[in-house]
């Protein structure tokens, strides 16, 4: 079975301020994984894939096997990243995404 | 161009009535997913499409949840004899084929209140 866990729920910053959304996964496979972000009255949108190792808006993850996590970074923290972002897993066949709770990223001025 | 699109963007039905949700992919598309969004669950997948290949239902949560795909595109999702715990936000994605390397690109989702 597969499993993304995000083990906070709301994390509250200030502007400039670095930023680390958790997240660990369980699959038995090499899994794919993915941050997916959804901005206030947005549809939720791909930010950033593993096997890209790209930095979007200034996020990177990296893929640390040993410790099955895929942790997002940003070192310097904007009012605009305010949002919540999921953690997803995709493994097998047909690619469906098996999503974490999510965490609501807070960064005030 | 267009994104993915769905029908209704809110639906409040009474217990026990039947709905209907639709998902337009993105035009080229091969690969359909819905997944709903709940407050206690967060995001779970519920059934997707590969061309024309059998679905996997391994998602849904009841028999009384279907879902098809007609023509390779449009898709309909439906929920018979609604229950108030079947209130969530109905997510449809499409991406070009299956995989990874393949991003899913959302629609706007169907807001169902069962009253």
């Known amino acids: 079975a597969q499993r993304v866990t995000q083990p906070e729920k709301l994390l509250s910053v200030f502007k400039g301020a670095p930023v680390e959304l958790k997240c660990n996964y369980s699959y038995s496979g090499s899994p794919e994984l993915f941050w997916y972000v959804q901005y206030s009255r947005q549809r939720l949108q791909l930010l950033l894939r593993h096997i890209s190792r790209e930095s979007i808006k200034g996020f990177t993850a990296d893929l640390n096997k040993g410790e099955t996590s895929f942790h997002l970074k940003k070192p310097f923290a904007q009012e605009e990243d305010s949002a919540m972002y999921y953690c997803a897993l995709s493994g097998g066949a047909n690619s469906k995404l098996t999503f974490g709770k999510g965490i609501t990223l807070s960064v005030r001025p | 161009g267009a994104g993915v699109s769905q029908s209704p963007s809110n639906k409040v039905t009474e217990k026990g009535k039947d709905v209907e949700l639709r998902c337009d992919p993105i035009?080229?598309?091969?690969?359909l997913y819905w997944y709903r969004q709940s407050l206690g669950q967060g995001l779970e997948f519920l059934i997707y499409?590969?061309?024309?290949?059998?679905?996997?239902k391994s998602g849904l949560p009841s028999d009384r949840f279907s879902a098809e795909r007609t023509g390779g595109s449009v898709s309909t999702l439906t929920i018979q004899r609604t229950q108030q715990e079947d209130s969530a936000v109905y997510l449809c994605a499409s991406s070009f084929r299956s995989g990874g390397a393949y991003e899913q690109y959302f629609g706007p989702g169907t807001r169902l209140t069962v009253t």
């Open positions: 035009s080229g598309h091969t690969a």
């Open positions: 499409f590969q061309g024309n290949s059998a679905p996997d």
